[in-house]
């Protein structure tokens, strides 16, 4: 069984920044893509950032390429996600899943989800 716990979400101004943590447990954690998504107010579920426990690549959307950076810790089984210069559309609840399969972009076939963790960003 796996399990994902987000936390480090929080309310900051544009331009701040903030580090989200994804905890993960389970023995087979390790054979998952781990991404990040995130679902603003009245909108679907998007996509963020993913990869791999097994390599170093690393898979963005346009919108935060080049301001976030998703990270892993393999010994603490940690997903991160830190996010720079961040803008009020980047407001939302972001979610840590786990796909055995892969990640895509609208989230189809995940296995897990964490519970999420509120990001609110003000101009």
């Known amino acids: 069984q796996v399990q994902l716990v987000e936390s480090g979400g929080g309310s900051v101004r544009a331009g701040d920044s903030l580090r989200l943590s994804c905890a993960a447990s389970?023995?087979?954690?390790?054979?998952?893509?781990m991404g990040w998504f995130r679902q603003a107010p009245g909108k679907d579920r998007s996509f963020v950032a993913a990869?791999?426990?097994?390599?170093?690549?690393?898979y963005y959307a346009d919108s935060v390429r080049g301001r976030f950076t998703i990270s892993k810790d393999n010994a603490k089984k940690t997903v991160y996600l830190q996010m720079n210069n961040l803008k009020p559309d980047d407001t939302g609840v972001y979610y840590c899943?786990?796909?055995?399969?892969?990640?895509?972009?609208?989230?189809?076939?995940?296995?897990?989800w964490g519970k999420g963790t509120a990001v609110t960003v003000s101009s």
């Open positions: 899943g786990a796909g055995l399969d892969g990640v895509a972009a609208d989230g189809a076939g995940m296995d897990y």
């Open positions: 389970g023995r087979t954690i390790t054979k998952y893509a």
């Open positions: 990869l791999r426990w097994s390599n170093s690549n690393t």
